[in-house]
T-cell receptor, first 114, second 112 residues
């Protein structure tokens, strides 16, 4: 079974721009959750989608948004990029809810904002 | 909200020795405690998890123990091997918000 696929692996953007990251979950997994990983803050939950609906949301500004398609693939968007948005963005899929089920992570998208 | 403290932040052991990483949590209602291993350039991978109805769980060289009274849980790796070198993250559930909160990670180095 193919794992979680995230594209692109690397992105370099300028402050003020917007960016879209993509995630394809494991076949059959309907929950997709997103995380931001930085050296200072560690792994932080962004949001979770299930059956095209946002099921839960972390403590991030409205510039961070996401969506899920009918095939469970998900995208996250960050608008008006700030230097502090530089991070590794990880997507995970699961069969159950993200907070109490094994998570299957992709290898992430490394975003650098200059 | 839930706070998960993980110690130590770095750990260096000789091949064949045991390694122990400890996490404490604040939400007494928390009932799910997974451990993830992250190798360089990869996403975290679940290595073991435990739910609050058991006190210990083992999987070959890896074990996790849970003390609900003291609100801490630990990862034990026996007979360490160089391929165990990675960053390990613990996590606990923040029940009210239904979110998984991660510890800051432990960088384990196993020296041959």
């Amino acid at each position: 079974k193919a794992g979680v696929t995230q594209t692109p692996r690397y992105l370099i953007k300028t402050r003020g721009q917007q960016v879209t990251l993509s995630c394809s979950p494991i076949s059959g997994h309907r929950s997709v959750s997103w995380y931001q990983q930085t050296p200072g803050q560690g792994l932080q939950f962004l949001f979770e989608y299930f059956s095209e609906t946002q099921r839960n949301k972390g403590n991030f500004p409205g510039r961070f948004s996401g969506r899920q398609f009918s095939n469970s693939r998900s995208e996250m968007n960050v608008s008006t990029l700030e230097l502090g948005d530089s991070a590794l963005y990880l997507c995970a899929s699961s069969t159950g809810q993200a907070y109490n089920s094994p998570l299957h992570f992709g290898n992430g998208t490394r975003l650098t904002v200059t | 909200g839930e706070n998960v403290e993980q110690h130590p932040s770095t750990l260096s052991v000789q091949e064949g020795d045991s390694a122990v990483i400890k996490c404490t949590y604040s939400d007494s209602a928390s009932n799910y405690f997974p451990w993830y291993k992250q190798e360089l350039g990869k996403g975290p991978q679940l290595i073991i998890d435990i739910r609050s109805n058991v006190g210990e769980k083992k999987d070959q060289r890896i074990a996790v123990t849970l003390n609900k009274t003291a609100k801490h849980f630990s990862l034990h790796i026996t007979e360490t091997q160089p391929e165990d070198s990675a960053v390990y993250f613990c996590a606990a559930v923040q029940i009210g918000s239904e979110k998984l909160v991660f510890g800051k990670g432990t960088k384990l180095t196993v020296n041959p």
